[in-house]
């Protein structure tokens, strides 16, 4: 049974950081890969960072201030969020895909709240 669990939200003032950590069980982690995606109260859920075999990819809203990143060994996919504001406030899913263009696991999330 494939599981993504979701860390590292909370609270943190505009400008901070947070570093939120994605641990997968139950699939070949290092086949796999892996994306980051938020949802705002009233939104729809969108895509925030992925990391496949080829590199990274972010979305215009994060670029130079996120950094998505994992570790094979551990099994683990990070988000570095530097520089935060209050429009980054969502809930932080991680999710996984085989490549297809299909995201095909996904986390519960992790609420990240910046304040002004």
């Not at 049974?1 to 943190?12: H, M, R």
């Not at 069980?25 to 705002?40: E, I, K, P």
């Not at 994992?70 to 932080?92: F, G, I």
């Amino acid at each position: 049974q494939v599981q993504l669990v979701e860390s590292g939200g909370g609270l943190v003032q505009s400008g901070g950081s947070l570093r939120l950590s994605c641990a997968a069980s139950g699939l070949t982690f290092s086949r796999y890969a892996m994306g980051w995606f938020r949802q705002a109260p009233g939104k729809e859920r969108d895509f925030v960072a992925s990391l496949n075999w080829v590199g990274t990819g972010y979305a215009d809203s994060v670029k130079g201030r996120f950094t998505i990143s994992r570790d094979n060994a551990k099994n683990t996919l990070y988000l570095q969020m530097n520089s935060l504001k209050p429009e980054d406030t969502a809930v932080y899913y991680c999710a996984a895909s085989v490549g297809n263009g299909k995201w095909s696991y996904w986390g519960p999330g992790t609420q990240v709240t910046v304040s002004s």
